[in-house]
């Protein structure tokens, strides 16, 4: 999987940078994909919105806005849950959050696992974690104090 980490600019602000993965085959992040693919839930995308801007204007993105523990062990993928809706994200810290995609979680089942489709937002939204925090790790992302990015010589690619 290739892809490009982009700041939303609409959200970013004093508080925190938000950012999105824009994947190679795509002409937008998936953070604008989930927000299109999901328009019939109007309230919570609206509510989704104004939390994001919340986040990065007013308030930076605290931990208690998050489900967290949604990927493995300390991969930092967790979930806004907003209604039925499902966002995944690599919660880095109140500065910082990259958005994958997410979907509608059906009341009747317990975890994401039993819904293909959003099962399949949560296991993009892991690999994408696995390859960032390596690049982290690595040092070829590094995220400053504030929350914005130095990318060094991070290809992109986790071949």
Known sequence: MNFDIVEITKYTGRKAHIYSVMLDDSDK?????????????????????????????????????FKHNEGALGDGVAAIRMGQMRLYCLYFDNTAVFFGSGGFKPPLIRAYQEDDALNEKAQQMRQIAKMINEAIKN?????????????????????
């Open 139 to 159: 040092k070829d992302i590094e995220i400053k104090d504030d929350g914005s990015l130095i990318i060094n010589d991070w290809n992109y690619d986790e071949g």
């Open 29 to 65: 992040p998936l953070l604008y994909e989930f927000f299109e693919e999901n328009h019939k839930f109007e309230k919570e995308l609206d509510e989704i919105d104004t939390l994001l801007y919340r986040m990065g204007h007013i308030t930076g993105c605290r931990r208690e806005l």
